[in-house]
């Protein structure tokens, strides 16, 4: 059974920062790249940034660049989403996602498994 469960969501003030974690179960974490996508309401899911299986490669959408950074720890089966200096336009329903491998990419089509999501909400 595939399980990826998000947590560390919350309410911030603009210009805070959160840290997102994914725990993941059921697959051979450190063979998927992993993703972290995030849907805000009436808009389409669009993708955040991806990290390859080993952990050595990295993208970010131009959006989030210099301000949030991915990791993941395979010994823990988990991966992490630092967002820093945090803007209202940030307000989403965060999704970590898994892919089976390929290149490292933040397309929705390329994930083959998803968690729950995680609410972030930033105010002005």
């Known amino acids: 059974q595939v399980q990826l469960v998000e947590s560390g969501g919350g309410l911030v003030q603009a210009g805070g920062s959160l840290r997102l974690s994914c725990a993941v179960s059921?697959?051979?974490?450190?063979?998927?790249?992993m993703g972290w996508f995030r849907q805000a309401p009436g808009k389409e899911r669009e993708g955040v940034s991806c990290?390859?299986?080993?952990?050595?490669?990295?993208n970010y959408a131009d959006f989030v660049k210099g301000r949030f950074a991915i990791s993941r720890d395979n010994a823990k089966n988990i991966v992490y989403l630092q967002m820093n200096n945090l803007k209202p336009e940030d307000t989403a329903v965060y999704y970590c996602?898994?892919?089976?491998?390929?290149?490292?990419?933040?397309?929705?089509?390329?994930?083959?498994?998803w968690g729950q999501g995680t609410q972030v909400t930033v105010s002005s």
């Open positions: 990290i390859s299986a080993s952990g050595m490669s990295e």
């Open positions: 996602a898994a892919a089976a491998g390929g290149a490292v990419v933040i397309e929705a089509r390329e994930y083959d498994f």
């Open positions: 059921g697959l051979p974490f450190s063979s998927h790249t």
